[in-house]
């Protein structure tokens, strides 16, 4: 039996020689990034590049497009295109962009890895009938107690909010954008990822923020 893979979308930060994170980017690093970037590429289009000033973020570009277009950018196998360095730059420099292109991101490599679990190729522990989605995914409802928001999906085994997430738990998971909670009625368990608000200037790491509420 063969086993197919899906490609994940281009690691932008790899792409800029950035590593992932959720802190904030001042736009000098991003700045010095891409040009370092189209250095390595391309470097003979470099200087023409450098005399210029870095792409504007008027029309930046779709992200979720190149899902369609590009296979996965680890291992690297070619030099990235001028325009796959431009998009990272572009995408990576709008705070809403990156936050949407970091879900999306983390949401694709946590559905491989958890395929690759599944086929047993890595040995790893995982939890029976892991399931992941994003935060969008759940619905959203007052505490009942009145401590904020919670987080709910139903889980086949009959339970309308068997997968239960409070601002707390968000919180607490902040860092790594993620969280694997069980249902409340069965075994099954479900791997949530999430965007947070990084607060800060451009100059400054800033500090992790309150969890982005959906449909805001």
Same mark, same amino acid.
């Given at each position: @039996? ?22 904030? #980017? ?21 200087? &023409? ?14 992200? #979720? ?21 431009? &998009?990272?730059?572009?995408? #990576? ?5 990156? &936050? ?16 690759? /679990? ?12 892991? /399931? ?11 505490? /009942? ?19 239960? #997430? ?23 368990? @479900? ?18 923020? /309150? ?6």
């Amino acid at each position: @039996m063969t086993l197919t893979t899906t490609s994940l979308p281009l690691d932008y930060y790899e792409i800029l020689g950035l590593s992932f994170t959720t802190a904030p #980017l001042s736009k000098q690093e991003l700045k010095t990034a891409y040009h370092r970037a189209l250095l390595k590429h391309h470097p003979d289009k470099a200087a &023409a590049a450098g005399s210029a000033s870095t792409p504007t973020q008027d029309a930046p570009p779709s992200f #979720l497009a190149s899902n369609d277009t590009h296979g996965s950018s680890s291992p690297q196998t070619r030099p990235y295109t001028i325009d796959e360095i431009t &998009a990272a730059y572009k995408t #990576l420099s709008v705070p809403s962009l990156r &936050a949407e292109y970091d879900r999306s991101l983390r949401l694709d490599r946590a559905r491989a890895a958890a395929g690759q /679990e599944k086929a047993g190729g890595n040995g790893v522990l995982f939890h029976t009938g892991l /399931e992941v989605v994003d935060l969008e995914d759940l619905g959203c409802a007052e505490d /009942e107690d009145g401590d904020g928001d919670v987080w709910y999906r139903g889980c086949r085994c009959g339970d309308e909010r068997g997968f239960l #997430l409070t601002e707390e738990d968000l919180e607490r998971e902040a860092e790594n954008g993620e969280i694997v909670v069980g249902c409340r009625g069965c075994s099954l368990w @479900m791997k949530v990822l999430f965007a947070v608000e990084n607060d800060g200037s451009d100059d400054e790491q800033g500090r992790v923020g /309150e969890v982005q509420k959906q449909g805001a």
